[in-house]
C-alpha cells in the first residue's frame, strides 16, 4: 500500500522520471541501496520502483514509527526500523536478513542518514556504513543499485523551508529522476563490497542528476 501511495502522491508534487539500465531486474530477494539525501527521497523512490513493478520493504529511521497513521501503516507491511546508535541496531539486519530469505525486496540507505547541507543542490552518495556488505555477507542477496536526484528541490535546509518547499511543490512542478541500475556482484571482504556498491550507486545516481541538468554531475 505504502508504494501505491507514492505512486499517487508524487506526481501532485513534481514531475518524476524513471529510467533503468538494461538487465536491471528485481528477483525475489534482491538487496536495493539507494542514495539519501532528502525526507521526500524514499517517496520518491518507491514510486518510482511501483512504476517498474517492485515493492520493497524500507529499512527506515525508528523514529518514523512514533508518527501514529504513518507508523501503524509500516508496521502493518513489515517494514524495518532501524535504531541507529542503539543496541537494538543489530534488530534491523536480522529483520532485513529474514525478509530476504523469504524473497521479499528490501530497500537501504547505506549512508545511514542525511546529508548535513542546507541547499538544494546535489552532490555524490557520501561513505556506506558496513550494513549493506553485512547483509550480502549473510544471504548472498542479488544488489540492485538506485541513483535518485530532485528530492532536495522538493524538501531541504531548515524545517521552515522544508515545510515551505513542500507546500509550494505543486505550484513549482521540480524535476525528479530515479534511474536503476544492472544488479552487481559484491565481492572481496566487506571493505571491497562496500567500496563496489557505492562506486554503482554513485554511477547511478550520476545518471539520474544529469538528467535534470544538475552541475555536481555533469562536472563529473
Do not use: C
Not at 96 to 118: D, F, M, N, T
Not at 138 to 143: C, D, K, L
Amino acid at each position: 500500500m505504502l508504494s501505491r501511495i507514492a505512486d499517487a502522491l508524487v506526481p501532485v508534487f513534481g514531475r518524476l522520471s524513471v529510467t533503468a539500465d538494461p538487465g536491471a531486474t528485481f528477483v525475489p530477494g534482491t538487496l536495493i541501496v539507494a542514495n539519501h539525501t532528502s525526507l521526500a527521497d524514499p517517496a520518491v523512490v518507491l514510486a518510482a520502483l511501483h512504476r517498474l513493478g517492485a515493492e520493497p520493504l524500507i529499512m527506515a529511521a525508528a523514529g518514523l514509527w512514533r508518527i501514529p497513521l504513518l507508523g501503524r501503516t509500516l508496521s502493518r507491511e513489515g517494514h524495518i526500523p532501524v535504531h541507529r546508535g542503539d543496541r537494538r541496531a543489530v534488530e534491523a539486519l536480522e529483520n532485513a536478513a529474514k525478509a530476504l530469505e523469504r524473497g521479499r525486496l528490501v530497500l537501504i540507505y547505506a549512508e545511514g542518514g542525511l546529508p548535513r547541507r542546507r541547499d538544494a543542490a546535489e552532490a555524490a552518495p557520501a561513505a556506506f556504513r558496513s550494513g549493506l556488505a553485512r547483509l550480502v555477507e549473510r544471504t548472498g542477496a542479488p544488489v540492485v543499485p538506485v541513483g535518485q536526484a530532485g528530492a532536495r528541490r522538493l524538501v531541504s535546509g531548515s524545517a521552515a523551508k522544508q515545510l515551505a518547499g513542500l507546500a509550494t511543490a505543486p505550484l513549482r512542478r521540480p524535476s525528479m529522476h530515479v534511474h536503476v541500475g544492472a544488479p552487481v556482484e559484491l565481492t572481496g571482504d566487506r571493505l571491497a563490497r562496500t567500496a563496489v556498491a557505492r562506486t554503482a550507486v554513485t554511477a547511478a545516481w550520476r545518471t539520474a542528476a544529469s538528467q535534470l541538468g544538475e552541475p555536481a554531475a555533469l562536472a563529473a
